[in-house]
């Protein structure tokens, strides 16, 4: 089945309900209007639970088919945060808020899941439970973690739970999925290195500590290429160097923070050893010390094998087999849905915003002529898993 139609007869209001998205961005877990607005319409669209208030902003509907003996849950997930960012451009419907904008297209993810919602409650036609997941703080506030923790997959009995995102570059009504490894862990570092300061002019009577961090950002760089297999896919960047406050005095202190990015879990542990071991070595080398504050952040977003085949299939039956890409490559950016994975089987998709601009850039905008492949998705996905 192509398209669902529907879904196309209402797209234009989930548009309108987007740009309305758009136009009031909010952060992390501050998405009161957001979450409101979202709460609302699921209880007009009559599902048949509607709980707010998880993970402090967070919405889940239940939608019950029309029969349950397979007794089988669902869940789909979108979030709904933006990033703080000062939007380019002149949409009509641009941020209101300066500083804040929806530049990774969660407007579009919650909007699409709405109209997921309001298909599903109008029809009904699946054997068993959908629960919707309407996410904060997804942008490094990990909104997706705490929902885990205060025990969403057990309250809501998940037995399977899927996601979408848009991906610019990907044509639009096309789509991107792989088994295995799909983004990245992101983890953090911040090395402070000791010295002895000195004035400049007289080095030999201190320590530097920028001479010392130069080489340690030169050494961290060869643990990729020299410890890491060159099958395997990792990065290690140093983001910031800090230090000094004029021109002829060597510093007591220096700060470098960096992130590291990896897709198995092996990999991330060797890399966060070698990071020790090399802050350690390299400035010892010079007379300095050092502190190194390793911190994880969301772990390796690993799609179940079976479920990523399912989700494929039911992208075909939507975009048509030569419209999915089944072999999709990982990409290094992360996902705090990961978590959710961790918890239940799942999988997650690349949905095409065609030729936009990139993620997390001032000047982007989600694609609305994608909203009825991704919607037709989640309501195709649910029938599909749950038939009657």
Request: charged share 20%; with cysteine.
């Amino acid at each position: 089945m192509p398209v669902i139609n529907r879904v196309s007869e209402f797209v234009s209001d989930i548009a309108r309900w987007r740009q309305d998205f758009h136009e009031h961005p909010e952060l992390l877990f501050d998405v009161n209007r957001t979450a409101a607005i979202v709460a609302e319409k699921l209880k007009y669209f009559k599902c048949d639970e509607v709980v707010t208030g998880v993970a402090q902003t967070g919405v889940v509907a239940v939608i019950h088919g029309r029969e349950n003996r397979s007794g089988k849950r669902v869940a789909l997930r979108a979030d709904m945060d933006a990033l703080p960012l000062d939007e380019l451009g002149d949409l009509p419907y641009r941020s209101k808020t300066p500083g804040k904008m929806h530049a990774c297209g969660h407007d579009g993810h919650t909007a699409m899941l709405l109209g997921a919602a309001r298909y599903l409650a109008e029809t009904r036609n699946f054997d068993g439970t959908a629960v919707l997941i309407f996410q904060p703080a997804e942008e490094g506030g990990g909104g997706g973690k705490m929902m885990i923790e205060e025990g969403i997959m057990e309250r809501f009995a998940i037995d399977e739970v899927y996601s979408m995102h848009n991906m610019p570059g990907i044509p639009v009504g096309a789509f991107a999925i792989r088994a295995g490894a799909m983004m990245a862990a992101a983890d953090r570092f911040k090395i402070l290195v000791e010295g002895k300061g000195t004035h400049a002019a007289m080095p030999h009577q201190g320590t530097d500590t920028i001479l010392a961090s130069c080489h340690l950002v030169t050494a961290l760089q060869s643990i990729v290429s020299r410890n890491v297999n060159p099958l395997e896919a990792a990065v290690v960047s140093v983001g910031r160097i800090s230090s000094g406050e004029t021109f002829n005095v060597l510093p007591q202190h220096a700060e470098i923070l960096g992130t590291v990015r990896t897709l198995s879990p092996e990999v991330r542990d060797d890399i966060e050893i070698r990071v020790r071991s090399v802050a350690d070595h390299v400035t010892a080398t010079f007379g300095a010390t050092v502190q190194v504050e390793y911190m994880r952040g969301y772990p390796v977003l690993m799609n179940d094998a079976a479920s990523a085949r399912f989700m494929q299939e039911a992208a075909c039956d939507v975009a048509g087999s030569n419209a999915v890409d089944g072999q999709a490559v990982p990409i290094m950016g992360s996902e705090d849905f990961s978590f959710m994975l961790e918890e239940r089987p799942g999988a997650y998709i690349f949905l095409g915003n065609g030729d936009s601009a990139a993620l997390h850039h001032p000047a982007y905008d989600f694609n609305d002529a994608a909203i009825p492949f991704g919607v037709s998705l989640w309501a195709r996905l649910v029938e599909k898993r749950m038939p009657v």
